[in-house]
């Protein structure tokens, strides 16, 4: 099992920034994907941002120009800068990495709350 760790959720106004950050207790290149979804009441979880297994990122088309993903391999960390947050941004944000070392495995955080006040 693979432990991930989310932090730096929290209530921020309509046009302000949040940084997350997920601390991934174990070598994060040994995952082929890794990033961040979010999951709304009442609604499906939802992709974010994410490293692809190419190394590229992919941000959902919400998102763009809005969100940011990096990652520290040193620290084994997957960071998401949002700015320009809007109310129907709040939600529980999750960290999630994929595995296909032994077939495909799927791990995910606990989540973080994100809530955006207008």
């Known amino acids: 099992q693979v432990r991930l760790m989310e932090s730096g959720g929290g209530l921020v106004q309509a046009g302000g920034s949040l940084s997350l950050s997920c601390t991934v207790y174990?070598?994060?290149?040994?995952?082929?994907?890794m990033g961040w979804h979010r999951q709304a009441p009442g609604k499906e979880r939802e992709l974010v941002a994410r490293f692809t297994g190419s190394g590229a990122t992919d941000v959902a088309d919400y998102m763009k120009g809005r969100a940011t993903i990096s990652r520290d391999n040193a620290k084994n960390t997957i960071d998401l800068q949002m700015k320009n947050l809007r109310p129907e941004d709040t939600a529980v944000y999750y960290c999630?990495?994929?595995?296909?070392?032994?077939?495909?495995?799927?791990?995910w955080g606990q989540g973080t709350q994100v809530t955006v006040s207008s």
């Open positions: 999630n990495v994929v595995s296909i070392r032994q077939g495909v495995r799927e791990y």
């Open positions: 174990e070598d994060i290149t040994r995952f082929y994907v």
